[in-house]
């Protein structure tokens, strides 16, 4: 089974989508030959291993949901609750 990588898709995004189940992240990266804190190229072939939980994915495509949850440079918080010490501004 394979799936395409969408637009802002992570490889947890595939594996509850196609899989079922967080768990199958590791074994997409695995069989995919990446790392799992990598982001996939969108429009990707993935190799994906087998369903782990039918009734989970039966949802998403029941709901047409097709999660993408990376974030992009532009999707981070601004402002002073945000700005780390010593690399944004300095204390003296």
Do not use: W
Not at 20 to 35: F, H, K, M, Y
Not at 40 to 62: C, H, I, S, W, Y
């Amino acid at each position: 089974m394979t799936a395409i990588v969408q637009d802002r898709q992570t490889l947890l995004d595939i594996a509850m989508e196609h899989c079922g189940d967080a768990a199958s992240a590791i074994e997409i990266a695995q069989l995919n030959g990446i790392a799992l804190s990598d982001d996939p190229t969108p429009g990707t072939e993935l190799q994906l291993p087998d369903v782990a939980n039918a009734r989970v994915v039966a949802n998403f495509k029941a709901l047409g949901i097709s999660p993408a949850t990376a974030l992009n440079d532009g999707d981070l918080p601004g402002g002073l609750g945000y700005l780390i010490v010593g690399e944004d501004f300095r204390v003296s």
